[in-house]
Structures are given as structure tokens and as C-alpha cells.
């Protein structure tokens, strides 16, 4: 440990179970010395292990819908009672798709559900930096993170909608990133994570596969969510200051790559016995 974030205050949304990156942040953040609340949707709170967590950590809970503005304005005030003051960072790692666990392909989307990927994956962003930015929550030089994937950028087979709402999540990070560092010195950030077996990311049909894939493609193999806290924890800290409206790459040069040597050694072998695709979407 460092103390990279000792006397530190935040908020991290989105921490469900042990699987959850944001869980794993809330233990690195506390490792390094801070001190925040922990929040999730009262459904979550019911079914999740979020108590666990905040035991360990020593942490508030405050239930709140992060697409829920009068949630949200609840959550900044408890938390700025509870510290007696602003707060320094704030974790937003929220992300749904209905298409998704329903099995809806691209071209036959439910645009109800539409409309929820991006108010649960993306406006919620916006939301919680609205309403911290018209409460004055974040101090100067304050942090704040959002979590990404490649597919906002790159079309891949089965990711669906939630690719549409993490360009959106990015260019949010971007256009508000302009104005909270030009009027309050606060950076807002994305980190696009390599495929990461959380709860939510297991439901993604073809997900072992891919990992698998990304794996061989990447020269320094997959980050994991430890690793990603790890990165968040920078992010937090004092150390990145001039860092912000960036979309940072955490995938072990994955993104990078157009083949690797063992992803073309597995195709190869895939050539003397192939399959029959033509029925995918």
C-alpha cells in the first residue's frame, strides 16, 4: 500500500458481489486510505452482498437508482452529511441491457429496453455529475471514473445496445469533462476494460469465448478486475491530475493488435474443422 488516496472521501456505485469491479475498487480504495460511500439500487441491495463489503471497508450505505435524479440528490446529500463536506472521487460502474439477457438480437431490438440500456449505462452518468456539479460535491481536483469496453468503438458479435451506451457513456466523459475542468479543476474519465467475468458481464452470450479470445490477442493477456481497481485507484489519486476527458485502454494491448501470433494458431487449427456460423447474429 501506498496511501495514494489517505484522507480521500468518495462514492462508488455499482459494487454488487465479490465478482463486481467496482468491489474490488472499494477494497483498493480502502487499502490506500480512503473513505467513501457505497450505493446501489435498493433491488441490488436486497440480493447482493453489499453489507459484506461495507463491513470490511467501514463504509455508508445509501440506496439510490442511479437514473433516479431524486435518488441521486438524496445520495450527495447523505454523503456530504455523513463527511461533512465535499468528496473527492466518485466511481460509476453501472451497466444494463434488457436486449442482452433477453437474448434479443440487434436487428429486433425491444426499443423499450433501448431506451433503458441508455438511461441505466450512460445518461445515468450524466445524471450523477449534474446533480454533484449543481450541489458543489466534488472538491477541486476531484476524480471522477466511468467503465467502458472496446465496443464502443469496435462492432463486437453480441454486445448489442450496450455498445451504443458506452459511446455514449465516453462522449458524455468527454463533454462534461470540458466544463467541470474548466470551471472546477474536477477530470472525468473512462477506462475501457478488457471482457471481465462480473455478474453482469457472465450474461453476455459468447463471453468465455471472447475472453479466450481477447486473451490470445492481447500481448500482456487480459487485465483483470483487481488490475482495473488498481488503475482506478491512480485515477483517484493525486498522481493523475492532467488526465481527464480520456478513454483509457485497460486490455493488455488489446486494442491495439489487429492478430496476434496464438489468436492465428488458433483460427489455423479452427480451419480443419469448421463450423457452420451462418445462423448467428
Request: net charge neutral.
Amino acid at each position: 500500500m501506498y496511501n495514494l488516496l489517505k484522507g480521500k472521501k468518495g462514492i462508488i456505485f455499482g459494487a454488487l458481489n465479490d465478482k463486481s469491479i467496482a468491489w474490488k475498487v472499494a477494497e483498493k480504495a480502502h487499502e490506500e486510505g480512503a473513505e467513501f460511500v457505497l450505493t446501489n439500487t435498493p433491488a441490488s441491495l436486497r440480493f447482493g452482498d453489499l453489507d459484506v463489503l461495507a463491513q470490511k471497508t467501514g463504509s455508508k450505505i445509501v440506496a439510490a437508482d442511479a437514473t433516479n435524479e431524486k435518488d441521486l440528490e438524496n445520495l450527495i446529500k447523505e454523503t456530504m452529511a455523513h463527511f461533512g463536506g465535499k468528496v473527492d472521487f466518485i466511481l460509476h460502474s453501472v451497466a444494463m441491457s434488457l436486449n442482452v439477457r433477453k437474448g434479443k438480437a440487434y436487428d429486433d431490438l425491444n426499443y423499450a429496453y433501448f431506451q433503458k440500456t441508455i438511461d441505466i449505462s450512460a445518461l445515468s452518468f450524466h445524471k450523477v455529475m449534474q446533480i454533484a456539479k449543481k450541489n458543489e460535491a466534488i472538491n477541486d481536483w476531484g476524480s471522477i471514473v466511468a467503465l467502458s469496453y472496446i465496443a464502443a468503438q469496435r462492432t463486437l458479435s453480441g454486445y448489442n445496445d450496450m455498445a451504443d451506451s458506452k459511446s455514449m457513456l465516453e462522449s458524455i466523459a468527454r463533454s462534461f469533462g470540458y466544463i467541470y475542468g474548466r470551471e472546477k479543476n474536477v477530470r472525468i474519465n473512462t477506462i475501457s476494460q478488457s471482457p471481465t467475468l462480473t455478474t453482469a458481464g457472465s450474461g453476455v452470450k459468447g463471453m468465455e469465448g471472447l475472453i479466450d479470445f481477447t486473451e490470445r490477442m492481447s500481448p500482456l493477456g487480459n487485465a483483470s478486475a483487481q488490475e482495473c481497481a488498481d488503475y482506478c485507484v491512480t485515477l483517484f489519486s493525486d498522481l493523475t491530475r492532467k488526465v481527464t476527458m480520456q478513454n483509457l485502454f485497460h486490455d493488455g494491448g488489446f486494442s491495439s493488435m489487429g492478430m496476434s501470433y496464438r489468436a492465428m494458431e488458433m483460427y489455423n487449427k479452427s480451419l480443419d474443422n469448421p463450423v457452420d456460423l451462418s445462423g448467428m447474429k
